[in-house]
């Protein structure tokens, strides 16, 4: 008779505290695999890029790392996950699986389906586990936001006992079959422009964040350049794992009673709850990955123009904020929150773009890649769910206030480095003679604006209402705010209007 073991599959969520799957397989007391597998079909995604592997494998080495003083590691396999299980089963004899639940992209509910057929069909127990405060076959907000309180801010986190562990490796010719080809090598090479991924470092971007960067959290959240030290940066972190929703809300809380922290982490604690409440929405309804909210935006008239998009995806829109977010966002991962929404409204508004191509994009360069906020967020900036509150942000208005000095433009656009302002927000505007004298002649150095922003914003948005003020659409909210809305805040926003 083959062997019995159980399983524990990793997917996002790489640490070894807080892991109810883990803590539940050592009760379990089986041997287990700790498993995780860099899925080729996951990787070739076009919401993905090699900057997200390269941060997944970072985290598994480092969890290695914290592994090694109980015996045992992750078994990585560059594998799908559905063939390396079948061939575990055909060699061993799996009684359990252990994991979390995960609110992923289509492609990893599919997979989640045949894994979960497979299961069934080989009498195999799998269990999971809520991480994010996120309630699957949701049909309303009812009791939402108690639940979430309850799993995320009062809940004790999972004591995790390593050293009761049984770790169990599959004999090497079963692991040659099932570990598939060496990765590319560009994920296994740290990326000295990237924040680098593992648990150990993720607490130490939250404890600065706690105990230092924060103090200036609220005031310097949207500024480009000042919101890089500023804000927290562990988006990465919860969204591979390793550290919990539930670790970083707690440890912030405890920092609010030190004079100077209370408000600043008042409102930090309020957008890791807002992250739920997004990740929430895509479980409810997976198709905002593919469709708008709001039906009746399916027939709203963007296109995909080519050399619109390309300029825009760049970074050579000749408008500067712009260009340098984008060009920060591919060199780095990163830009603030209200910069994406400047690039999300100035792409499907100014340059009226398909918002799925925008999507794609975005969600590409952006390092903290959260399939339940990202389509949750994009459906909202691009004016698809009829009834938040429309915002097209200003390109040259945000570079005045966020940008006063010039820094970040002048860091990401060395075409402009010695424009001066205020001409540094709209270089097009210069004389020829000031052109000249400042180095960068328009259309030469520096791209002409491809639209004229103003005239374009107005054009798109009057055509835009046109579709949101029908009856249809206005007939859609109704049900939209029942599936989606908390309660509390539907009353808030229906007062507004």
Known sequence: MNQNI??????RDLRITDHAPLQAAIRAGQPTILLFCFEPSLMVHPNYDVRHWRFFWESLEDMQAALKPYGCQVL???????PVLQTLQEKYDIQQIFSHQETGVKLTFDRDVAVKKFCRNNSIEWQEYDQDGVIRGLKNRKDWVQYWRKVITTQAMVKVEMSNFQSFEPLYDVYKEIKGDALPEEITIAHKDFQKGGTSIAWRYLKSFTEERSKQYMKQISKPALSRHSCSRISPYVAVGCVSLREAYQWAKMTMDVPGFKFQQKNFLSRLRWRSHFMQKLESEWQIEFEPTNKVFKVLDRQ???PLFEAWAEGRTGIPMVDANMRCLIATGYTNFRMRAMLTTFATFTLWQDWKSVSKHLSRIFLDFEPGIHYGQMQMQAGLTGYN???IYNPYIQSEKNDTDG????????????????HLYQPHLMTE????????IIGKDYPKPIVNAKENNKKYRDHYWQYRSSPDAKAEVKEILDLHCIPNDERKSTTRK
């Open 76 to 82: 990585i396999c560059h594998n799908e996950v559905l």
């Open 304 to 306: 995909h123009d080519a």
């Open 389 to 391: 509150t429309l915002r």
């Open 433 to 440: 003679m000031e052109q000249t004298f400042h180095g960068c």
């Open 6 to 11: 159980n399983i524990v599959w990793l997917k």
């Open 407 to 422: 820094d970040f433009v002048r860091k990401w656009v060395p075409e402009l480095a010695n424009v001066p302002v205020p």
